[in-house]
């Protein structure tokens, strides 16, 4: 570890302390910036990404996009570019050695503001979501981030910069070919990200394929394939594991009974939702309680 790294890990300890977030987003003052620590290996489950960049500084995680695992420990980054829900777990935590990562939230704007400022490469075969070597220009923009979360000064005079400046480096990245192909608004990366917006803004209701393909300004066909590329499950099962993902939510952070809780998912019927989180979660419904 370099010694960068190793104050980077020294500071996200001193800031989480001896809270309770274990393996849980522990928020900062800066909005969009989190670190997560665990003592141990999680279990694999479905999880929600926002486009976002991760630096892990400390153990190892894994997160199953499709066929694919991608695995990236310390030292390394992972960019994930659309919202996609993927299989993820901690793969390496000990007590003595917790995993400790830091997280900041990607704004796809502020990536297409780049556009005219950055020579556009061919389109290059891309993921929506990778990993590979941090590199010390990010290292370092992402420990200039975090030494402003108590500085207010820094924060109002630097924040705005800095943060510009991460997504650049996002851009110049080896792993970030998605991102760059984001820049440009006809490009079919933004087009299915326009359409898992509005997925994610109508996850409850009934959405035609039909419509997600005008959104998306393509053909259905071709839309279809071209979501499944990106996000590596089909738009129907997407809009599928979003209502199970908030579902899960709901469960576990409530006495609302299965029924009501299937109904106010978008389900028809609690059996064929219970058949459906079991197979996502492994457990039924009900035993998400404890």
Not at 114 to 133: H, P
């Amino acid at each position: 570890m370099t010694n960068a790294n190793l104050s980077l890990l020294d500071r996200c300890l001193t800031l989480v302390g001896e809270k309770p977030y274990v393996g849980v987003p522990f928020g900062t003052c800066i909005d969009g910036l989190t670190i997560v620590r665990s003592h141990e290996p999680s279990a694999i489950e479905p999880t929600l990404y926002q486009p976002m960049i991760c630096l892990v500084l400390q153990g190892a995680k894994e997160i199953i996009y499709g066929d694919r695992s991608v695995l990236f420990s310390q030292d390394e980054t992972a960019i994930v570019t659309h919202e996609v829900i993927a299989p993820a777990r901690i793969v390496r935590a000990e007590p003595e050695k917790p995993y400790v990562a830091i997280a900041a939230v990607l704004d796809l704007d502020i990536l297409r503001s780049l556009y005219a400022e950055i020579e556009q490469q061919e389109i290059e075969a891309a993921q929506a979501v990778a990993a590979g070597a941090a590199g010390h220009e990010m290292t370092d923009v992402i420990r200039r981030l975090l030494d402003m979360v108590d500085k207010p000064l820094e924060r109002r005079v630097l924040l705005q910069s800095t943060w510009r400046e991460l997504h650049f480096r996002v851009l110049l990245s080896r792993h970030g070919a998605m991102a760059r192909q984001l820049m440009r608004l006809d490009s079919t990366a933004s087009r299915i990200a326009k359409s898992i917006t509005h997925i994610r803004n109508h996850w409850d209701a009934t959405i035609r394929l039909g419509e997600l393909a005008r959104i998306a300004g393509m053909s259905e066909s071709s839309f279809h394939a071209h979501f499944r590329e990106v996000t590596a499950t089909s738009p129907l099962q997407y809009q599928k594991a979003l209502r199970l993902f908030e579902a899960r939510r709901r469960l576990t952070q409530g006495s609302e009974p299965v029924s009501s809780v299937a109904f106010g998912v978008g389900y028809e019927s609690p059996t064929q939702f219970s058949r459906d989180y079991r197979r996502a979660y492994g457990m039924a419904p009900s035993e998400t309680r404890g």
